[in-house]
């Protein structure tokens, strides 16, 4: 596999999905959302890319 096909590269629509809806909750600047958020969302970008790598999630 080259590092294009890794999933940190790989535009996934479950992350997007996922982006928006955080966007939707608390704001459109990731920058300006509370620590605790950033932690959360970043936990479940992690959990999403290991669903996608066992071919769970597009």
Same mark, same amino acid.
Not at 10 to 26: K, P, S, Y
Not at 44 to 52: D, G, M, P, Q
């Given at each position: 596999?080259? =590092?294009?096909? *890794?999933?940190? &590269?790989?535009?996934? +629509? =479950?992350?997007?999905? *996922?982006?928006? &809806?955080?966007? /939707?909750?608390?704001? /459109? ?6 620590? =605790?958020?950033?932690? +959360?969302?970043? =936990?479940?970008?992690?959990? *999403? +890319?290991?669903?996608?790598? &066992?071919?769970?999630? +597009?």
């Amino acid at each position: 596999m080259t =590092a294009d096909g *890794l999933p940190v &590269r790989t535009e996934m +629509r =479950a992350q997007v999905e *996922l982006t928006m &809806r955080f966007m /939707d909750e608390h704001g /459109d600047d990731p920058h300006d959302w509370p620590q =605790a958020v950033v932690f +959360r969302y970043a =936990a479940e970008v992690a959990a *999403l +890319r290991e669903r996608w790598l &066992r071919g769970e999630v +597009r």
